[in-house]
């Protein structure tokens, strides 16, 4: 990561730390208030085979504000509908992500997922190389990405919820991560958990 800092440095480029989740109707276990001797229990269907999907970006730069960039789809489990993001929507949130951050070069850092891979999103990468350079974490390395801290902090924050159906779920999702983007302290601290240091060395 010290050659990502490097590069950034000389371009004036956003590092972009990228990955994917998903949310089903079965959220995660969470802690609230209560009563002594009475544990407080949610009921959820756990019906459905719909998902909420998630792509996103921790976006940092040395002297500016951490910045946090995502698409959501729908996926209701219907035959045909795709899974997951493909080359297509990568490429609108890379595309995106430029404009939001002033046309700047962009360094994305990103895991070696399959979807990654693919022939058309490799080509838009190097159709688009003057401005956008690509780093491979390594095979497993969840710590090293601030944007698995975006999840786990989502999915938390869904505990105590109860949606009866994927597309009350979807709204959710997205007001919570809204939410996010405007806490810059929580997304520094996301980046301060990976060990990773922005100061030129």
Not at 34 to 57: E, F
Not at 111 to 122: E, F, I, K, V
Not at 163 to 184: C, F, G, I, S, Y
Request: net charge positive.
């Amino acid at each position: 990561m010290v050659t990502g800092k490097r590069t950034a440095e000389l371009l004036g480029a956003w590092i972009a730390f990228e990955d994917e989740a998903g949310q089903d109707l079965r959220p995660a276990k969470g802690r609230t208030w209560s009563r002594r001797g009475r544990t407080p229990v949610v009921k959820v269907t756990g019906k459905g085979s719909g998902r909420v999907l998630m792509a996103g970006m921790v976006c940092v730069k040395a002297g500016r504000e951490t910045k946090l960039i995502y698409r959501t789809q729908l996926y209701r489990g219907r035959t045909g509908e795709k899974k997951g993001f493909r080359a297509r929507e990568f490429a609108d949130l890379l595309s995106s992500a430029r404009r939001q951050l002033g046309g700047a070069p962009l360094i994305v850092v990103w895991d070696n997922a399959s979807t990654h891979h693919s022939q058309a999103l490799r080509q838009f990468l190097d159709r688009n190389s003057d401005w956008l350079t690509v780093v491979k974490l390594p095979a497993y390395a969840p710590d090293l990405n601030p944007a698995e801290a975006v999840w786990a902090h989502l999915k938390k924050s869904l505990a105590n919820l109860a949606p009866r159906a994927v597309e009350d779920l979807h709204p959710l999702v997205k007001n919570r991560l809204r939410a996010l983007q405007r806490r810059t302290e929580v997304l520094n601290g996301f980046v301060a958990e990976t060990g990773l240091s922005l100061e030129p060395g």
